[in-house]
Every structure is written in C-alpha cells, then in structure tokens.
C-alpha cells in the first residue's frame, strides 16, 4: 500500500485531476534545477570565449576590436550558422518564443529536443560573433524546452506538460536576469495566458531554483549595473508620460519593420542561406560604424543607465540599433529580441533624459533614470508583457520609487502600440505571417487545464458483438454506465437501460443478442491517449464527427469512457 501511495503511477494520477499542488511544486523544483544548469552552461560557453578573445576580458567589449574584425566577426558567424543548419530540416530550425508559443498553441507544449539543441548552439554562434540579437528568447526556448522534456520523460499528462513549460520559461527568464519574479510574470503573461494558484505556485518555484541555481554558478551579480535613481519632482510626470508615447511609437516601428522584414523574407526567392549572409553583411556595414550595436550590448546600456553616452552617440547607436535587429530577426537569425529592445529603450530613454531639462526647465532626474523607463516600455509595448517589464527593472533596481513613473510611461506605450495603431505582440505577429492564429480563448484554455482522466467514466463493462441473454443480464447487475462493444478495432457505446429492454424480449437465456442490431442508443468513438486535455478530446470529437472517446494507455488498454456531455457540463460548471 505505502509503495502504490508513492509510485510513479499514482503520482501521475494525482496530476491527471489538476489539483496536485505538492506533486506540481515538486516537479517545479526539479525543472527550475534542469534549467539552471543548462542556462548556466549556455552562459558558459558564451561568455568565456568571448573574455579571452575580447579585449581587456570584457566579455561585450565589441568595440574595442578593430574595424576591420567589425566589418567580418558577423559574416563569418553567418557563414557558420549556414554551415550549421544546412545539416537539419526545416522543421528542426524553428527556435525561440515564436515556436515556443506555437508547440503550446497546437502541440499540447511539446517541444521537439532538437530544435532546443540546434537553439542553443545556434545562438551562442550568433552571438560569439557579434550579431545584433539577444540572449533572452533563446533562454526562454532553452528553459521550456526543459520543463517539456521533463514531463515527456516522466509520461505526465499534457495538462500537466503544459505548466512545466512555463515553468521552464519563468526559470529562463530568471536565470538570465537574475530577476525570477519577472520570469513568473512573464510566463504567466505570455506563455500559459492565465494566472491560477495551481500554475502560479509551480511556476514561482522553478523561476526561484533556476535563479539560485545560476547564483550559485556565477554569483549574485546582476545582468545590468543600474545606479540608485528616483524623480526628482511631479512635475516630471507629464515628461514621463510623454516618454511612454515616443517609446510607444518607436516600438510600433520596430515591429512594422520587423513584420516586414519578415514578409519580404516569406515572398523572397531567397534561401534561407542568402537571408543569413545578407544578415551578416548589413550587421558587419552598421558596425563599422556602430560597433555598440555588436552582442547583446549590456555594456553599452550599463553605460547610458550611468549617463556615461553622450546626445550625439546615443541617437546614432539608436538608430543603428532600431533600423539593424528588426531587419536581421526578420531575415531568419535565430536568436531574441528581448535584449534589444531593452537596449533600444535605454538609448531612447537616456536621449529624452538629457533632453528633459531643456524641456521643463527645471531639475530633472538623472538621464539614466528615463533610460531605465525607455527599458521596460520598449519591452512591454514590442512583446505585450507590461506586467513583467515592470516586475523587471523593480527588480533590477530594487527600487520601489521606480515603480509610480515606470507604471505610466508603460501604460502610455501600451496604449499607444495596441490601441493606437492596432499592434498586437511581435510573437503573435510572427505567428500569424506563418499562417497560425494565435489568441486568447478562456473556454480552450479551461479545458487545455484538465486531463480527460478528470472526467473520463471508468463505470462501465466490456463486451463482444454477440451475447447471450444470460450473458447479459449478468453483465448489467454490477449497473455499469455504458457497455464497451468491441468488434475488431473499432469500439461503440451501448445504453445499459436499452440493453435491458432488449432481454426482456428474449424467449430463453441462451437466446443470442447481437449488441450493433438491437434498437438502442449507441454511440460511435474514437481512443484517445490518456494523458490527452479535455480540449484535445473536444477537437477529436469535432474532427471525426463522434459522442464519444474511449480513452486508452500507452498499451492500448481502455481505461475510461468520455462523452461530448461530460465536457460540456465541465465547462458550465467552472
């Protein structure tokens, strides 16, 4: 009895029924571990090349190569990418939070391990060689594709699977940052589109252990070095919310550009080869000339959160840096745009701080400190996370007086890039340029929750075509739900009550019943896996045009009955 209690069984069973908060907390906690080490190995062999090939060991010092090493470092990391990926399928190349987001959309949180082998390997190139990408969505893709190859490792029910690939996205953002609060959010906000005690405890657990897990790697340094700052007056509200409105636009033209990169990139007789090495060769111009725009930058907005850049420089790296990323995510560089556009943002933010006391003509707060707002409305307005880019920089400040000012030059960006100029997220935008519809639905996302092993009818009784009287009558004493006709492969539902009626005309008990000619209701099915969502029953339903399922183990065994009457009182319900 005490090892039943405690199987790998009757844990997965606990986790079927969507209430299993000690089991999820615990997975949470192994998959935060299984995140930890494989960022802190993806931080690795990133930046120690880059420390004793860069000088000074500065591991973002790009601009102290020569001008020649601008021009060819991303060339050649094209041309290695190229070489890389010519090796795998198309399918193989999909990476970062586009896939991340589709696999959740129509794969149940499946994701593939090798298009997570070819991320890592893929972004830590592109990144070694300067390209103008980030290092964040590929974490996130990293991350989740942790917690999916842990639940498919362990046979977890997709409801269950799901949650741990948010988990694996908050500990990616976690690690990376340092800021595990902001990875919860994140993932809540962008990846699972819900907040649920049942998500949220798993999810802050696994964000938590990644963090401590890389903390325990490299220390407890943050990503960025951000200054002490607060505002100065009030009466710099009004800046700051005009701030939120140039950021606002400034990210609508980043995702206009970036959409149409991409669209060019879909229309284009172009391979993807030449789309890498045209990438390569427009990074390699830019950095001639804007050598900050190489890497991920940190180095580059640590300097404007000090007020270290001066006006002229700070508008020609934004420039370069806005006009530049768009254009290579769209031509197909398989690395993130969330470090970009914290560093746009910087930028953005440091030139309207030194602008700001010529336009109130009073004291302002440091230009670092508008840097530190342009950071997180840049993010919340590119990809639709305002709750996680404010949740970010509190926590890479660790400054409560940020959160009044950051909280509108947010919203003001929001509203200006979603209902404005009508611009959903850079992710859903990219999905649907793929041809996929991406949105919001509480119904699918209440029944993608539950595992149809929470509903699923185990009351019921097996039976061949042809059956005695007797047969029968013995087979409806236990009061079975349904009877399960089984003829060849193909199985059909039997009313117990029209059964019943069906004996009563009967002359003898060993008069033979055939279970598919009686008048009765029956019902068609289909199997399902066991560990499929109500929703994935709902679609096969719908697809095959049937009642009912019977839902089966990895062995083919029936275990449980479910019907189109069961799902549907579930979700009236809840």
């Not at 005490?2 to 192994?30: C, D, W």
């Not at 009912?548 to 019907?563: N, R, V, W």
């Amino acid at each position: 009895m005490f090892r039943n209690t405690f199987s790998m069984k009757q844990f997965r069973h606990r986790l079927a029924y969507g209430e299993a908060l000690p089991q999820m907390v615990i997975l949470g906690v192994l998959c935060g571990l299984v995140c930890g080490l494989v960022l802190g190995l993806f931080r690795t062999l990133l930046e120690t090349p880059l420390e004793h090939l860069l000088p000074n060991q500065q591991s973002e010092n790009f601009e102290g190569l020569p001008t020649w090493l601008h021009f060819l470092l991303p060339i050649i990391g094209s041309l290695v990418l190229i070489a890389i990926l010519s090796r795998v399928t198309p399918l193989n190349r999909k990476v970062g939070i586009t896939h991340l987001l589709e696999r959740m959309a129509y794969h149940q949180g499946y994701l593939p391990i090798t298009n997570a082998i070819i991320q890592f390997f893929v972004a830590v190139l592109a990144l070694l060689f300067g390209h103008s990408v980030g290092k964040e969505g590929p974490a996130i893709h990293l991350g989740a594709a942790c917690g999916s190859q842990l639940g498919q490792r362990l046979n977890l029910p997709n409801n269950t699977l799901r949650i741990l690939v948010g988990c694996g996205a908050a500990a990616g953002i976690a690690a990376t940052f340092n800021t595990p609060l902001a990875g919860v959010v994140f993932a809540m906000e962008v990846v699972l589109l819900e907040y649920t005690v049942i998500g949220f405890m798993p999810v802050m657990v696994s964000a938590a252990t990644g963090a401590l897990v890389v903390q325990f790697m490299f220390g407890n340094a943050w990503a960025l070095t951000v200054p002490t700052m607060q505002i100065e007056s009030l009466h710099e509200i009004p800046y700051v919310a005009f701030l939120g409105g140039i950021i606002g636009l400034l990210a609508v033209a980043f995702i206009a550009l970036m959409r149409a990169a991409m669209t060019w990139s879909n229309k284009s007789t172009l391979g993807y080869k030449s789309r890498l090495m045209l990438a390569g060769l427009i990074t390699g111009i830019v950095a001639i000339f804007y050598p900050q725009v190489m890497g991920m930058g940190y180095d580059t907005v640590t300097s404007a959160l000090q007020g270290d850049i001066g006006f002229g420089l700070l508008l020609g790296i934004l420039i370069a840096k806005c006009l530049l990323t768009p254009i290579v995510l769209g031509l197909g560089m398989p690395a993130g745009l969330i470090g970009p556009t914290f560093f746009i943002g910087a930028m953005a933010g440091g030139l309207l701080g030194l602008l700001g006391g010529v336009a109130v003509n009073q004291t302002v707060a440091h230009p670092g400190f508008y840097a530190l707002l342009g950071m997180g409305s840049m993010m919340a307005a590119v990809t639709n996370a305002p709750m996680a880019a404010l949740v970010a920089i509190l926590e890479l400040t660790g400054n409560p007086n940020i959160i009044f000012p950051a909280m509108i030059s947010i919203v003001v960006s929001n509203l200006i890039a979603r209902y404005v100029f009508k611009m959903p997220s850079i992710f859903v935008i990219s999905m649907h340029l793929q041809g996929m519809d991406y949105c919001y639905r509480p119904l699918t996302q209440m029944l993608n929750s539950a595992s149809v092993q929470r509903l699923m009818n185990q009351n019921f009784i097996k039976s061949d075509t042809v059956i005695s009287a007797q047969g029968a009558a013995k087979a409806l004493e236990s009061s079975p739900s349904w009877l399960l006709i089984t003829e060849q492969d193909t199985y059909t539902l039997l009313s117990p009550g029209d059964l019943h009626t069906a004996i009563q005309k009967t002359h003898s008990d060993e008069e033979l019943i055939d279970l598919l000619k009686v008048p009765a209701l029956r019902l068609d099915t289909r199997t399902l896996d066991s560990r499929a969502t109500l929703q994935q029953a709902l679609d096969l339903m719908a697809e095959h045009n049937v009642e009912a399922l019977c839902i089966e183990t990895s062995t083919q065994d029936i275990i449980g009955l479910l019907t189109r009457d069961q799902i549907e009182a579930f979700y009236r319900e809840n």
